[in-house]
Each structure stands twice: as structure tokens, then as C-alpha cells.
């Protein structure tokens, strides 16, 4: 088993019925909740609107109270399912440390909106400065340039490809304007990080905090967010956020790079199959997760999220249990983890 100096509640997850990733990691320096939000479930999730209520009321319950226990929070991005604002919520932020996903740049339009309200708001409350500048960058490279393992590998015909980089690019040099153009928002406090590719240090424990990574998909349309490592002596905990699955390739990569001994990964969104996930890309994202199981040392891995939206879940994603079945790899639910069942599963 994994070194229980690094300790996790998945303190609410889609698969205990409202949508989330909450989790509240400790160690024996430090204390962080990351994405400390929760949303309704989608109109097609099997349960009544009053249960879809009554488990987002526990749901934020719960997070208010694991929020107590945090040093530092951490938001990744910017949906309401990863953080929340509202009065209620208010304490959650109060003589924290936070950590967010940078306002101004690798941002899509309607997270640049969000990320604004949520400074402002949180401004008010703890009566931060805000301050906008000119903006520190004008020129952004194109982020599949990046995608190396991706750039060699065919997922369409020739022409379906070049045409869906074009648009792609039309897409992130339009967006990537807005960056360059629009006045930056700051905020005039220590306590309030911008984490994008930053980490800090106390004791023996490190977190890091990736680049800003694709959303799903390459040139996805809802933007990006960042992922949290979080290592104390030799044991590493890296907690994925919306990389759905990992559908991209490098991203799988990355992973088994860092060799997590414990691995909180978002499974693919199948409930949207044949809508905006393809057949094409629910396989890239299972035969991804398949490869991190094969090549780290994993000893426990919850996949969840997005995946807990659909009673298909195991079927569309077999190969992956299968998988970690052979490898010795403890797979589960995040309301498994907290030895409950699915509510998907008390539906069925």
C-alpha cells in the first residue's frame, strides 16, 4: 500500500451524486483542498431532481467541512463544479493559502469571465486589492505545436485533420488576442497565488503545479486547467482535475513520467458519447489509462469524475479495470474509496 504520511479524502466525487473532484490532501507539514466545488447533476442522471438537490446540499455540506481542515487551497479552473461562490462559501477561503489557475492567459472566454467575478468577490471579502494592468504577454505559441507524441500519430483522414488544426488554430489565435489585448486582473496579496507551473515547499513536502494543460481534447473549447503533485520524501500523489482520461497522448505521457504512487484520474466523459466525446477519442482515452496502469508503479488509482455520469461506465471502460486487475493496481470509485457504492449503482 501506498506511504500513509500522504493521506487523501475524496471528499465528494460524481459517483457519490453531484458533480466534483473535491479532495483533501495531508501531509505531516501541510494540508490543501483542491477544487473545492460542487454542481447539480445533468438532467439525464437517473435519479429524481429532488435526490440531485438533496446529494449537491450534502455535497457542499461536506466541502465546507473538509475545507476546515486545509492549509491551501487549490482551483484548477474555473466550472462551477471546482469551486463555488456564494456567501455561503465565503469561509471556505478565509486564512487560506490559494492557489488558482491563472486568470489571464491559457484561459477560454467564459473562464476568463469567472475567473474575474471570483477575485473580485473574493476581494471584497478579505479585502484584497485588485488591480488591473497591461498585459505581461502579447505573443502566445500555439499549444499543439507542443504535442509532440501527438503531431505523430493519425486519429483522422488526411484532410480531417489539417482541417480540424486550422480551426483549431484559428480558434487559440482569436482567443489567445483577447490575452494580449484585454487588461490583466491581479491581485495585491500573498495569500493569493497564480499556480500555473508553480509549486511551494514546506517540510518535507512538495507541490507542484503543472502548465496549463488542454481540457479534454487538443484545442478544446472549454479551455485548460492545471494538475497538482504533491510529494512527501518518496511518495507522490498527483491528482489529474478534467484531463478526461487523459484523452491526449503527451498528457498520458506526462503521467507515467511523474510515476504517481497515487494517481486521482477523471475518466472520459462517455455520457456525451457521440455528442462531444467520439468514438475515436473514448478509445484514445482508454488505451491512455491503460498505458499509465502498464508503465507507473501505481499503488492506488480513483477514476471517477466525469465517468460516474453514465450506468455504462464499466462497459465503455473495461480495459482499464481489466488492466489494473492484472497489475495488481487498486482501482476505484471515489465513493468506493469511502466504502459506499456508486449512487449510479443504487439506481441500477
Known amino acids: ?45 437517473p435519479i429524481s431532481e429532488f435526490a440531485k438537490s438533496d446529494y449537491l446540499n450534502q455535497a457542499k455540506e461536506s466541502v465546507m467541512k473538509a475545507s476546515k481542515y486545509a492549509e491551501h487551497v487549490v482551483i484548477s479552473h474555473y466550472h462551477y463544479d471546482h469551486l463555488m461562490v456564494d456567501d455561503n462559501s465565503r469561509y471556505l477561503y478565509q486564512g487560506k493559502n490559494l492557489w488558482v489557475k491563472d486568470p489571464n492567459q491559457w484561459i477560454n472566454y467564459s473562464q476568463w469571465e469567472r475567473a474575474r467575478k471570483f477575485l473580485k468577490w473574493l476581494g471584497k471579502i478579505e479585502k484584497y486589492q485588485i488591480q488591473y494592468t497591461k498585459p505581461k504577454k502579447t505573443s502566445f505559441k500555439d499549444p499543439f505545436d507542443e504535442l509532440e507524441t501527438l503531431k505523430n500519430k493519425n486519429y483522422r483522414d488526411q484532410q480531417a485533420n489539417e482541417d480540424f488544426i486550422l480551426k483549431g488554430s484559428k480558434w487559440f489565435s482569436k482567443l489567445s488576442s483577447q490575452w494580449s489585448k484585454t487588461n490583466w486582473i491581479n491581485v495585491k496579496s500573498d495569500a493569493v497565488n497564480f499556480a500555473d507551473g508553480s509549486g511551494f515547499q514546506k517540510g518535507d513536502t512538495k507541490v507542484r503545479f503543472s502548465e496549463p494543460l488542454f481540457h479534454g481534447v487538443e484545442y478544446s473549447k472549454t479551455g485548460w486547467l492545471i494538475s497538482t503533485i504533491v510529494e512527501y520524501r518518496d511518495t507522490k500523489l498527483l491528482y489529474t482535475s478534467d484531463l478526461q482520461g487523459p484523452i491526449i497522448e503527451d498528457y498520458a505521457q506526462w503521467i507515467i513520467n511523474e510515476n504517481p504512487d497515487i494517481l486521482i484520474l477523471d475518466g472520459p466523459a462517455t455520457y456525451l458519447l457521440g455528442y462531444m466525446l467520439s468514438n475515436t477519442d473514448l478509445k484514445r482515452s482508454v488505451d491512455n489509462a491503460v498505458d499509465i496502469i502498464k508503465n507507473c508503479d501505481l499503488d492506488i488509482m480513483i477514476y471517477d469524475h466525469h465517468l460516474l455520469r453514465d450506468s455504462s461506465y464499466k462497459e465503455h471502460t473495461s480495459s482499464v479495470w481489466e488492466a489494473a486487475k492484472k497489475r495488481e493496481v487498486q482501482i476505484l470509485t471515489a465513493a468506493e474509496y469511502n466504502g459506499d457504492i456508486p449512487v449510479l449503482e443504487k439506481n441500477t
Not at 500513509?4 to 505531516?28: E, N, Q, R
Open 1 to 45: 500500500m501506498y506511504n500513509s504520511y500522504i493521506k487523501f479524502i475524496p471528499v465528494w466525487f460524481d459517483s457519490m451524486g453531484a458533480k466534483s473532484t473535491c479532495t483533501l490532501v495531508t501531509t505531516p507539514d501541510t494540508s490543501l483542498i483542491i477544487d473545492p466545488g460542487a454542481a447539480i447533476m445533468h438532467k439525464t442522471f
